[in-house]
C-alpha cells in the first residue's frame, strides 16, 4: 500500500499563486508517474499535470505557462506551483501515484484551492 498526504491548498485570490506538496509512503517502488488532478462538483476529474520518472512532464490546456510540477521521484515527492491563479482553476486537487505494482494506482484524500475574483 501507498499513502499520499497533500497539503498547500487555501484560498488565494485571482492573479495569486499557491505551491502544492504531496509525498508519497509506504511501498513506494516502481514509480511510473505522479501528478495532479483536480475536481469540481458534477464534473470528472482532469489532468492538472503529471511527471514521469524520466522527468517528462505534461499538462492540461488551460495550465500550460501558469502552473509547474516539479519534484523528486526517488524522494517520492512531488509539487505543484500554481501562478496567475483563476477563479476557474477552483477545485479539489487530488495527487496522483502510478507504480508499476498490482492495482498501482493511488490517489490523496485531495486538498481544496479557491480562487476569488
Known amino acids: 500500500q501507498v499513502q499520499l498526504v497533500e497539503s498547500g491548498g487555501g484560498l488565494v485570490q485571482a492573479g495569486g499563486s499557491l505551491r502544492l506538496s504531496c509525498a508519497a509512503s509506504g511501498s513506494v517502488f516502481g514509480f511510473i508517474a505522479m501528478g495532479w488532478y483536480r475536481q469540481v462538483p458534477g464534473k470528472q476529474r482532469e489532468l492538472v499535470a503529471r511527471?514521469?520518472?524520466?522527468?517528462?512532464?505534461n499538462y492540461a490546456d488551460s495550465v500550460k505557462g501558469r502552473f509547474t510540477i516539479s519534484g523528486d521521484i526517488a524522494k517520492n515527492t512531488v509539487f505543484l506551483q500554481m501562478n496567475s491563479l483563476e477563479p476557474e482553476d477552483t477545485a479539489v486537487y487530488y495527487c496522483n501515484a502510478l507504480l508499476l505494482q498490482r492495482n498501482g494506482n493511488y490517489w490523496g484524500q485531495g486538498t481544496q484551492v479557491t480562487v476569488s475574483s
Open positions: 511527471i514521469f520518472s524520466g522527468g517528462d512532464t
